[in-house]
């Protein structure tokens, strides 16, 4: 099995952790970031403590 890791750049993980969390995207949501293509993947939202996060994953596709 070959292990691959895709390296996002600061200014789209500052963007991803900031701007579309607070727009809180539902999953299989395609997000365009500085040219680049994300799918949301998974999402948690605890109203108990506060917790808003989710999960991408960068997509080859295209934003449509």
Do not use: C, W
């Amino acid at each position: 099995m070959q292990n691959r890791s895709t390296v996002i750049s600061d200014p789209d993980l500052v963007e991803l952790s900031g701007f579309q969390a607070y727009k809180a995207p539902k999953v299989e949501r395609l997000l365009e970031i500085n040219g680049n293509v994300f799918r949301v993947i998974d999402r948690v939202d605890d109203i108990h403590t506060g917790l808003k996060a989710f999960t991408v994953h960068e997509s080859k596709g295209r934003f449509s």
